[in-house]
């Protein structure tokens, strides 16, 4: 008997150890979409397949590390342009279709950072960042205020994010929910009204600014 609680307590530590190990790295994330992502089904299925096909996620490091460079208070962010709409609504994968993308670094980053953001990135998104057409040093700068769903995102001239708490306005058919998940695995999620999402980079072949949707999501990552 004591031989197996000695085993089971060492089993223990060896997890909680691999739990600490593997939260090498924490901050703040927003997300941002040209679909609304809190909506009733109705609203939902007249959009799949013509709105939604565009993304910005963006990430800042609170404190951590990653393949082993120190990423304190850096950040980055990926563009997206789809064919069809991304996401995923619990259930099924949306039909989205080749995916073209931007990976934007925070120009404070040295080479090293630089990198290291670039794979992290590349990690935290999988199928939506194989298709990378250009990777760009920017002015980065990601506040999230998660009482109020207050988020801002702006990465120089090229790209932006503003968000504001869900209203009761803000509901049309009284049947909303959150449609569609995050494009990434986040903790703390909670959708978000986008009062701005631009997109005004020349890399991906298209432009995009949206207004007044309910299409964003504030969160925190840890991995």
């Known amino acids: 008997m004591r031989q197996i609680t000695v085993a089971l307590l060492a ?6 150890s691999h739990i600490a ?4 790295i924490t901050g703040e994330y927003l997300e941002a979409r040209t ?23 963006a990430w800042k490091v609170d404190k951590g590390t990653w393949n082993d460079v120190k990423l304190d208070g850096l950040g980055a962010a990926l563009i997206l342009h789809a064919q069809g709409t991304l996401g995923y609504d619990g259930v099924f994968p949306m039909q989205a279709g080749k995916i073209k993308s931007v990976l934007l670094v925070d120009e404070k980053a040295s080479q090293e950072q ?40 702006k990465a120089g001239g090229l790209a932006e994010i503003k968000t504001r708490k869900l209203e009761k306005g803000d509901c049309v058919c009284t049947n909303e929910t959150v449609f569609y998940q995050p494009l990434t695995k986040i903790d703390n999620a909670s959708a978000a009204y986008s009062l701005k999402l631009s997109w005004q980079g020349e890399k991906l072949g298209t432009r995009f600014i949206n207004r007044g949707i309910r299409s964003a999501f504030l969160g925190t990552f840890r991995k």
């Open 11 to 16: 089993l223990s530590a060896a997890s909680l």
């Open 21 to 24: 190990e593997a939260a090498q």
């Open 35 to 57: 679909c609304n992502v809190y909506t009733g089904p109705c609203f939902a299925n007249a959009e799949m397949s013509l709105t939604g096909k565009e993304a910005l996620m």
């Open 114 to 153: 630089h990198d290291a953001l670039v794979a992290f990135v590349k990690n935290s998104t999988k199928d939506l960042s194989k298709n990378v057409v250009n990777v760009e040093r920017v002015p980065f700068e990601l506040k999230n205020d998660h009482i109020d769903n207050i988020g801002v995102f």
